[in-house]
């Protein structure tokens, strides 16, 4: 029987990728095609693509709590900034009624001036500092309100202290979501800031009540109490996500594409037409709540 060449057969053509066993390890492995014992190279994944990937919203049942996190603390948070009404006309008749509806409203005005300018610092100190930072300050914020005694006082805590504090919130809230959600982001975004416009309705409801039946200081604590328990809850709940989820995945690492603020020109310019139409009148002084 005349003699049969083996096949050649280049070690460089045959390559197994994603090999995470014991064979990663080695250079080469040894094996068969038809009958023929060969070598061939093994290339292992690197150690960030074995990591685990996010699951997705609709193999995660994991990923609705990281929403119900999220939601609470844009419902302390932003609703509480949107109850702001109620303050301008309690403090136009009682703590502040020497000053002018135009000059009260600047404590609002900066309260809302401030809710997006935390987010070009919050990236650079991390996620969960930033988070934990925002707790903190409106905490503290909040029950400082009540020892307030004159317009300066009142700027700085609710002003300036209680604006940078929530502005601390949404850049954690946000990337944390885009972290375990790959599809669906327009509705869990929705979802998410429903809780600004649910907390923007039952803040001024409950303090207006609150200051028929109880003196003001201790209507601001009710509220900060109210305020305390959902950014703990959110807290608890995000803070363990964000820690999962930057031991799991690639994602977390920032490595997602950074964007200049020129880069959407058009999206930036109307955002801030939208905000300067919507505030206009309550920097003017001329929309207070009854």
Not at 192 to 214: D, H, K, Y
């Amino acid at each position: 029987m005349p003699h049969k060449p083996s096949p050649s057969v280049d070690k460089g053509s045959i390559v197994f990728l994603g090999v995470s066993t014991a064979a990663a390890a080695q250079e080469k492995v040894h094996t068969k095609k038809n009958g023929v014992p060969i070598v061939v190279e093994v290339k292992p994944l690197p150690s960030s693509k074995l990591e685990a990937q996010p699951t997705g919203d609709d193999e995660d049942p994991r990923s609705w709590f990281v929403v119900f996190g999220a939601f609470c603390c844009i419902f302390a948070s932003f609703g509480y900034v949107n109850s702001w009404g109620v303050f301008q006309a309690y403090y136009q008749e009682h703590f502040l009624s020497e000053s002018s509806a135009p000059d009260i409203a600047w404590i609002g005005s900066i309260q809302h001036s401030l809710l997006f300018l935390p987010g070009l610092i919050a990236r650079s100190v991390g996620d969960l500092l930033s988070l934990y930072l925002g707790t903190a300050l409106l905490v503290i914020a909040v029950f400082l309100t009540p020892e307030c005694d004159s317009y300066i006082h009142f700027l700085l805590c609710q002003g300036i202290a209680t604006g940078l504090a929530c502005g601390l919130f949404l850049v954690p809230v946000t990337r944390i979501l885009e972290q375990w959600f790959r599809s669906r982001k327009e509705l869990i975004f929705a979802l998410l800031m429903t809780g600004a416009s649910i907390g923007g309705t039952i803040f001024p409801i409950a303090l207006r009540e609150l200051l028929r039946r109880v003196e003001f200081a201790w209507a601001v604590r009710v509220i900060g109490f109210i305020i305390l328990l959902f950014l703990l809850v959110g807290n608890m709940v995000i803070g363990l996500r964000l820690r999962l989820r930057q031991a799991t995945s690639p994602l977390a690492s920032g490595t997602s594409r950074q964007e200049n603020i020129l880069s959407r020109p058009l999206q930036c310019l109307s955002t801030f037409l939208i905000f300067l139409g919507a505030n206009t009148r309550k920097a003017s002084g001329l929309l207070t709540s009854a």
